[in-house]
């Protein structure tokens, strides 16, 4: 971790380890640096204190390989890799991108995208469920207690949103328990904005089939990592990720076929990519797909100067977007550029997601607990 002082006169003089004492969040190589600083960090110090006492709160979760993936990769006792490596998932297809090592998307052959989990069906949702859903799911415990998947099962780190289908799921709840947008009923149009990791993972998506029985879901996916390559491209999920047994029903057509049994009609699930930043390529999309929502993971909104126009947009539009962020620091910052772009405060206040990634980012700038899109709010 990097001396939050860096940059304030003298260079820096070792390692940064003196945290500050009162919030914890930030470390500093030496004194003089600490006291150099205090005038830019006295106003978020109480805020980083109040946050860092929720370090508990964010790493609850059911899971068995929990303290593991959590308070041991915070430690660095574990990494990611070693925690793939241990189920046979380091650099593994659709797993590929899932630490630090793997390949950069600039790099990556997508002739080597995968439709599969790599896994069991013991542990993964390679088939429709047993029964529809009986109820809202408001946790990642309600989600495997329904897919009759194990809590050991890893899965969780695919299906969190980067905004995989667990996050457009709760996404789209809390814009309709808001009332910001109608019932779905037949047809649920997303625009989603600065897909990087997804591109390696579409087939993960095939779960909204599950979680939208009967429902045309469309996702226009929208970024920059797009390559040229893939602009434009149409994408038709008609099945499930598969599993590892080559004898599983999900290998067939009628095993892996996406029906719904009570309303007696097929769900469908289609991508289409775009190359871009969202208020360039607005006008083309919405020549063939309105938005009932706009979604965009890790956004990072404060970081980005890009974000301005788009915000604007999404304003103009008058369309619900939920966005999410590492930390609630990052989260509040966010907030704060979207009010003061909108002249209003935020229609989605920042909340804990439910669904957030089960494994602590590596090397965060601060000491601040950071999981791949911790935090929701929106407008």
Known sequence: MECAGRGRGSRCIGS???RCGRCGAVAYCSVSHQVSHWSDHKEECGRFELQMNRVDALSD??????????????????????????????????????????D?????????????????????????????MSKCLTSWKDYYQWR???????????????????????????AAT???????????????????KELLQLAVF??????????????????PAIPESRDGESIDLCSYARCIETDCMCKSSSG????????????????????????????????????HIVIAPNAGIAAYSSWLPTIELIKELNVPAVFSDYCEEASHLASCCISAITGRPMTIPIQLNPF?????????????PCYANCFLFGI
């Not at 808001?178 to 990087?196: D, M, Q, R, V």
């Not at 095939?206 to 970024?223: K, M, N, T």
Request: hydrophobic letters at 35%; a positive charge; proline letters at 6%.
């Open 16 to 18: 940064a380890t003196r």
């Open 206 to 223: 095939g779960e909204l089939h599950a979680l939208f029985p009967s429902v045309q879901v469309h996702i226009e996916f929208v970024g």
């Open 104 to 132: 950069s998307l600039d790099s990556f052959d997508y002739s080597r995208s995968s439709d599969c989990w790599n896994i069991s069906s013991t542990l993964c949702p390679c088939r429709g469920p047993v029964s529809r």
């Open 148 to 174: 009759c998947i194990p809590l050991h099962s890893p899965v969780a780190l695919l299906l969190h949103w980067y905004f995989k289908p667990l996050m457009v799921y709760h996404a789209t709840q809390l």
């Open 356 to 368: 957030r990634q089960p494994m602590a980012v590596e090397d965060s700038a601060l000491f601040l």
């Open 256 to 291: 892996n076929m996406c029906w719904d049994v009570c309303s007696e009609r097929t769900s469908a699930v289609t991508l289409k990519l775009h190359k871009g930043l969202y208020h360039e390529c607005y006008r083309d999309i919405v020549k063939d797909s309105i938005p």
């Open 178 to 196: 808001g009332n910001l947008i109608a019932e779905i009923t037949n047809k649920l149009c997303i625009h989603y904005l600065g897909p990087k």
């Open 61 to 102: 979760f059911p899971f068995t390989f929990t303290p593991e993936a959590t308070v041991g990769i915070v430690k660095k006792q574990e990494s990611r890799c070693s925690f793939l490596s241990k189920r046979g998932l380091h650099r593994v297809g659709m797993w590929t991108c899932e630490c630090t090592c793997g």
